[in-house]
């Protein structure tokens, strides 16, 4: 027999054949994943398909409780996402395909208890794809694990935290914001003293 995908859309297709094919190597594995080998496309721009080699753990990680973690980095990056076996095919444009090798490799960082925290540089927040909430401790102990997650879902987006670190801090050029007496200041440093920051 022969399933017939109908759609004007060839990235529907695509996905739609991809789901199909997830779906069965679930029951049968390897049935279609032993066929993929991993490749990625960066020079291509136009519609085409990368596939990245996970372990088992990383598989399932990515795909989270009934597929929710994938569909979180699959909205969020603009680009159709299935997880074959141990392997994530992602389906999209070469920017599309990127923010989600991006995207994978930041939510795997997360694996083993980090928290939804991870250690990138200050440039990431001039991404085009970031937007930034400076928080406080206490307005960011209100948004646990679940919180997080219908923000993630009801807005289509992948959210984790970024701690800078003190040298980022308290380098000359950033703005502090200083709270005494029921006032709020906002301070630029100016200088730094001691080799520690």
Known sequence: RFLLFFALSERSRALAGLRVMSCVDTKIPGHF???LSPAVHEDEE???TDIIELRPDQASWASGKQGATRRKVQAASGCGIEIVGSL???VGTGEE???ARQYLRWLLDQM???GRCLSLD???ETREDVSV?????SERSFLDHEAISAVEHASGTFLFFREPPVSEVYAPGARVLI???GRTLTAEVAEVEGSDG
Not at 133 to 137: C, F, G, I, R, W
């Open 97 to 99: 395909r990127a923010r």
């Open 112 to 114: 083993g208890g980090g």
């Open 46 to 48: 136009g519609l085409s």
């Open 122 to 124: 200050k440039s990431v």
């Open 33 to 35: 994943s032993n066929g």
């Open 133 to 137: 909430v400076q928080l406080e401790a």
């Open 179 to 181: 709270r005494r007496g």
């Open 88 to 90: 994530a095919v992602c």
